[in-house]
């Protein structure tokens, strides 16, 4: 009942980062971390899909299975590139011996997309700088200036997070630049990235240990951006990618268009107490493709466009006086997979929206035009785990929100904000409802179910 229809999810056991995404040879292809035997982080496989369209997506075949001595205990997270026509995956072999961790970073090649042939590593255990501990992983390797970069997820041995660069001419033969992190980022930071488009950069992040600071940084643990170039390490100011409840790992491509895609994965490291593990052998799920865009010091995420094929049925209206409550299903709205547009006027008012409503239970979206707070609120979604997320925001003119079986994603004023999370409500929690304390009237609202 809660097996998600749009978001990418497992067929069972559990799924977590998106790794290797790319566009290579007319076709975009996802990988992710798979748990096929148990909903627990353990044995890590590759699991593999590809679309023409980042809408339809075709099984494939496990890419990588941990079953060789440098990637034993699991194979994990990592990024794709392509050179000579070929595509290469890079990742961490995580090994463990009598619980002494080692980490390799290595290579595995495939020439028709489908089969991969692994290379063993190319950064050993042996060569991690002694500055470090052995949680060094996720290699996210990319081009910058004609030369490939590889950063890397770190831990100091004092044992303070950091982010490290390595660089080749051939993808084989790396060597360590240096690292590119001053300032307090937790205990560890895991799944570098770093974008840039004509006139801005950034390197995102996912810190472990940074402690809840008011409206921030409330969730286990975090992931975010700071807007600056790569070796640019005395900029340290950090701003969370989601304001939600599970949002981590995520990772960026580029897509046919040469626009930077983000995917993130709905959950969060140590956190399963979901449902749909007891009920039906599967947890978690990928987020939609997020287009970036950085304005302004900060990024915008929009819901890529192609997302418009998912759209089968449309109810449009307009001028919509808001007195009280408007339970939606007056205009045929409601449901439990969808996207629902909501235009507001210039000046932002009050506004409160329950989402997959029946009875009691509802999953609420709000803003307060006086404190300008947007915020999410599931302590009344149904099962699984519950809270109140907020953040600030100026003005509310536009909510876009994406509802599956057990997720939602709700992107304020064309990305400026967005808020992702889990909910299991029951099955007939279907209802939409809007209300305000102020009269106004909504110019428009756009539906469409998938
Ligand atoms: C992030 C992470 C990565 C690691 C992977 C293992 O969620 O902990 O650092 O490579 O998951 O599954």
């Given at each position: 009942m809660w097996k998600n229809k749009f978001h990418i999810s497992p067929p069972f056991g559990l799924l977590n980062d998106p790794n290797g995404l790319i566009f290579w040879n007319n076709e975009y292809h996802i990988f992710y971390q798979w748990n096929p035997n148990a909903c627990e982080h353990a044995s890590k496989h590759w699991a593999h899909l590809k679309s023409k369209n980042l809408v339809d997506w075709e099984s494939l075949p496990i890419a990588l299975s941990p079953n060789d001595w440098f990637d034993k205990n699991g194979c994990y997270s990592g990024s794709a590139i392509e050179k000579d026509n070929k595509l290469y995956l890079f990742y961490t072999g995580n090994v463990k011996n009598n619980n002494v961790r080692e980490s390799y970073q290595c290579l595995a090649i495939s020439t028709n997309g489908v089969d991969f042939e692994k290379k063993g590593p190319v950064i050993h255990d042996k060569d991690i700088p002694k500055e470090y501990t052995k949680h060094f992983r996720d290699p996210k390797v990319f081009i910058k200036d004609g030369v490939y970069k590889m950063v890397l997820g770190a831990q100091r041995v004092d044992l303070t997070g950091t982010i490290v660069v390595f660089s080749s001419h051939n993808l084989i033969d790396w060597s360590f630049e240096q690292e590119i992190i001053n300032g307090n980022f937790g205990f560890m930071c895991e799944c570098p990235d770093f974008i840039e488009d004509k006139k801005n950069k950034a390197l995102i992040l996912s810190p472990q240990g940074i402690k809840a600071d008011g409206d921030l940084f409330n969730n286990r643990y975090q992931s975010g951006y700071i807007i600056?170039?790569?070796?640019?390490?005395?900029k340290n100011d950090f701003i969370e990618l989601d304001r939600g409840f599970e949002f981590y790992a995520p990772q960026t491509f580029k897509d046919e268009n040469n626009k930077n895609i983000l995917i993130g994965w709905i959950g969060m490291p140590e956190e399963l107490e979901h449902p749909s593990i007891e009920k039906e052998n599967w947890v978690h799920s990928l987020t939609i493709p997020r287009v970036l865009e950085i304005k302004k010091n900060k990024i915008f995420q929009k819901p890529h466009n192609n997302l418009k094929k998912l759209r089968k049925e449309k109810i449009i209206i307009e001028s919509i006086y808001l007195e009280n409550t408007i339970d939606l299903s007056r205009y045929n709205i409601s449901g439990d997979t969808y996207e629902l547009i909501i235009h507001l006027n210039d000046f932002s008012e009050d506004i409160e929206i329950d989402l997959r409503k029946n009875g009691n239970e509802r999953t609420t979206f709000s803003f307060d035009s006086i404190k300008k707070r947007a915020s999410l609120n599931r302590n009344f979604s149904g099962y699984g785990y519950k809270g109140i997320r907020k953040c600030y925001l100026k003005d509310l003119k536009k909510i876009h929100i994406f509802v599956d079986k057990c997720s939602v994603e709700i992107f304020l004023n064309d990305g400026e904000e967005v808020f992702t999370g889990n909910i299991y409500p029951n099955k007939d929690s279907l209802g939409i409802e809007i209300r305000s304390k102020m009269l106004f009237t909504i110019p428009k609202i756009e539906f469409y179910k998938f």
């Open positions: 600056r170039d790569l070796y640019d390490i005395e």
